[in-house]
């Protein structure tokens, strides 16, 4: 996964780099100031999916700025 991909503020998914709004939630709020990413596969069964709120499979960073 590419450092200069953008995350979203709002929900965390990890999003190409030419991507104006989230594909996960339309935010337009991106940043590429993230570090750290977690691959969640199956939310419903995951921990840390449930600690982050995350409900659909996808790439999320971990921490935001």
């Known amino acids: 996964m590419a450092s200069n991909?953008?995350?979203?503020?709002?929900?965390?998914?990890v999003n190409e780099a030419d991507s104006e709004?989230?594909?996960?939630c339309a935010s337009s709020s991106l940043t590429e100031d993230w570090a750290g990413y977690v691959v969640i596969a199956h939310p419903e069964e995951s921990e840390i999916a449930?600690?982050?709120q995350v409900t659909e499979p996808g790439a999320y960073a971990l921490k935001v700025r």
């Open 21 to 24: 709004t989230c594909d996960a």
């Open 5 to 13: 991909r953008l995350v979203c503020r709002e929900c965390h998914l």
């Open 50 to 52: 449930t600690e982050m």
